[in-house]
């Protein structure tokens, strides 16, 4: 398995070429399932989620091709897909897919709103808490499907096809917002998502399927309304720039110091973390071309921060941020509010030297004046990066082991950090 080293010390300096964005991408490819005509999906960015997925779509029937280059463009583009769901081949998705990574379950939406009916597997993913499926569930009921759990599958039926109705859902899921509106654009009627997510990759799914015939509007907002068509149709949709990657490199730069233009950034959709990286000490700017990030020698302060659904600050940032303020001249407390069982990067932070308390659901993280290299075991997608940002700050070298977590969620990461100064290596196995 591959390990990341790091010699840690030295500043960032230069450009770093933001990709697509892995959680916008994820339910763009989905949302192919839902016409036999073509979706053309560019700035995907390469990544083993993304790879996993076109697995999986070709176990349904999506038959997807990769665009080659084109003049100017380097290794670090986005990918073009074509993706072509003309049959449905197949409405199982079964465990050996699912447990491999959790968004795959989305399909369920497209898959029961398209053909009547799916067979999806319960699934797995990050090791963060419990993460059920009851808010999909519900929502699918009160569109008119029949669900049963058989054999840990999630089996759904809508023989007559889904009908538009008001889903209201009791907290705030990501997840189920897209699957909720990708099976409401082919329900009969209106349906009105109550409480929806307004993450930024729910506006770009929004767009996507409006380009495909879809009547949507609302979305960005926490009420979402739906007017079902009986049939959607090609589109060609540009994956958003992704705002958890721009703010993991942000906070690298602002832990490590330099001088660091996030090309392709958007602002708009990353107020809070900015704001927060503001207060903690870093200097930054929007530009035309992306965010600008800087940040001289002073110390970095302390902050208090509660995780929370869009535009609050999000939780996967939570473990990068944490990595930041182990350097803070003071005590900063960071509050989990979205997922159970997400601090497992705080013992690996302790290897590095980091003081951290955990009070529940509380972070107390007081400041230390230095990082030391060490060992350290990447457990989830963000858990991994936050080890990264520390070891880049850490005096010595640090080896990130269990790399594939990071690979699942940030492309190429050596090579962009690498790209400003960094003193970063893939070690293959
Ligand atoms: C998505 C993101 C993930 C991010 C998360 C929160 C993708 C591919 N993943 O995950 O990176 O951390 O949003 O911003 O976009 N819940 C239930 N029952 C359900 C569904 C969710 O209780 O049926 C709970 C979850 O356990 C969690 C909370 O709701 O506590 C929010 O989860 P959700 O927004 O659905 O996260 P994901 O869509 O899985």
């Not at 390469?46 to 999986?56: F, N, S």
């Not at 990657?245 to 809070?272: C, F, N, Q, R």
Request: aromatic letters at 2%.
């Amino acid at each position: 398995m591959d390990r990341i080293r790091i010699v840690g010390g030295n500043p960032l300096n230069g450009t770093i070429a933001i990709s697509g964005a892995k959680n916008a991408a994820l339910p763009l490819m989905i949302a192919s399932l839902l016409t036999e005509e073509t979706l053309t999906l560019d700035n995907v960015p390469r990544l083993a989620d993304v790879a996993m997925l076109k697995r999986i779509l070709g176990n349904h029937g999506v038959d997807c091709m990769v665009h080659g280059k084109r003049a100017g463009q380097n290794g670090l583009s986005g990918e073009t897909l074509d993706l072509t769901a003309g049959a449905i081949v197949d409405t199982t998705a079964p465990y050996e897919m699912v447990s491999r990574m959790r968004a795959s379950f989305w399909v369920i939406g497209p898959l029961i709103a398209r053909m009547g009916q799916a067979r999806v597997s319960l699934p797995g993913g990050c090791a963060i808490g419990t993460r059920p499926v009851d808010l999909f569930i519900e929502a699918l009921k009160c569109l008119g499907a029949d669900i049963d759990i058989d054999g840990g599958n999630v089996v759904a039926r809508a023989p007559r096809g889904l009908v538009g109705n008001r889903v209201v859902f009791p907290r705030v899921t990501v997840g189920a917002t897209h699957v909720t509106m990708m099976a409401a654009a082919l329900a009969r009627g209106e349906t009105v998502i109550e409480n929806a997510a307004r993450e930024p990759e729910i506006v770009d799914l929004a767009q996507c399927l409006t380009k495909m015939g879809a009547r949507i509007a609302g979305a960005g907002t926490a009420t979402i309304h739906i007017e079902g068509v009986d049939r959607l149709g090609a589109a060609r949709h540009s994956v958003m720039p992704d705002r958890i990657e721009t703010g993991t490199y942000a906070m690298a730069v602002a832990m490590t110091g330099g001088d660091v233009l996030l090309e392709g950034a958007s602002p708009a959709i990353l107020e809070k973390p900015l704001q927060v990286l503001s207060e903690v000490g870093a200097e930054i700017s929007a530009t035309n071309s992306g965010i600008h990030v800087r940040r001289n020698g002073a110390g970095l302060s302390p902050v208090d921060v509660v995780t929370a659904p869009f535009p609050g600050f999000p939780t996967d940032l939570q473990a990068q941020l944490m990595a930041l303020v182990c350097r803070a001249q003071g005590t900063s407390h960071i509050r989990e509010t979205i997922f159970e069982n997400r601090f497992m990067h705080v013992q690996e932070l302790a290897r590095l030297g980091a003081d951290i308390h955990l009070d529940g659901q509380v972070a107390i993280v007081r400041g230390v004046s230095r990082l030391r290299g060490a060992q350290v075991m990447a457990t989830d997608l963000r858990a991994s990066v936050s080890l990264v940002i520390a070891g880049l700050a850490a005096e010595g070298e640090t080896v990130v082991n269990r790399v594939y977590h990071l690979d699942r969620g940030f492309e190429r990461i050596e090579e962009k950090l690498g790209g400003c100064g960094a003193a970063i290596e893939r070690l293959t196995a």
